[in-house]
Structure formats: structure tokens, C-alpha cells
């Protein structure tokens, strides 16, 4: 069982940045891909940006592309994400995912085995 553990959420004006990080549980972190998805209230869970194993391959959605940043450290089991520039259209549940099947980076919420439980982010314009 992989638990995974979301903090650095929370109130920013629009323009801000936060970085969330991602804390995994065990050492098999290291062999398989990350991902970050984001759930605004009355959305579905859409997809922010995915890393793979390696931390070599990264890809984003369009929304956040040039302000966003996904990158690991594989001896801490922590994936984090750089946010920059934030929008209040950002403001959302944001989730930490394992895709630990997948080496390669996945942008799609079916290639994901384990999640976190969330940390809010909320921009204020």
C-alpha cells in the first residue's frame, strides 16, 4: 500500500506562487510515474501535469504550461509542484497520484493506483 501526503495548499493573491509537495510512503515511489490533477467544485478531476519515473519526462496541461512545474526527488519518495503566476481560475483541490505500472509520464486519471487527500489551493483576484 502506497500512501501519499499533499501539503503547501493554501489563500494567495492572484500573481502569487505556492509550491505543493508530495510525500510518498515507500521506497517503490521511485520506480514509477507521478501526477498532479486538480478538482474545482461542481468539475471533474482534470489532469495539471505528469512526471515519469525518472523525473526526465514531464508533460502539462495547456492551462498551466510556462507557469507550472513538476519535478521529483526520488531519495526523499517526494514529488513536488511549482506553481507561479497563479490565476484565480487555479483555485482548486489539488491531488498527488502514483501511477506506479507506468515508468513513462500519464496525463489520464485511469493510469493512476493510488491518491492523496487533497490540499486546497485558492487564488484571490
Known amino acids: 500500500q502506497v500512501q501519499l501526503l499533499e501539503s503547501g495548499g493554501g489563500l494567495v493573491q492572484a500573481g502569487g506562487s505556492l509550491r505543493l509537495s508530495c510525500a510518498a510512503s515507500?521506497?517503490?515511489?521511485?520506480?514509477?510515474?507521478m501526477g498532479w490533477f486538480r478538482q474545482a467544485p461542481g468539475k471533474e478531476r482534470d489532469f495539471v501535469a505528469g512526471i515519469s519515473w525518472s523525473g526526465g519526462s514531464t508533460y502539462y496541461a495547456d492551462s498551466v504550461k510556462g507557469r507550472f512545474t513538476i519535478f521529483r526527488d526520488n531519495a526523499k519518495n517526494t514529488v513536488y509542484l511549482q506553481m507561479n503566476s497563479l490565476k484565480p481560475e487555479d483555485t482548486a483541490v489539488y491531488y498527488c497520484?502514483?501511477?506506479?505500472?507506468?515508468?513513462?509520464?500519464?496525463?489520464?486519471?485511469?493510469?493512476?493506483?493510488?491518491w492523496g487527500q487533497g490540499t486546497q489551493v485558492t487564488v484571490s483576484s
Open positions: 497520484a502514483a501511477a506506479l505500472s507506468y515508468a513513462s509520464a500519464r496525463r489520464s486519471v485511469e493510469d493512476y493506483d493510488y
Open positions: 515507500r521506497r517503490t515511489f521511485s520506480s514509477g510515474a
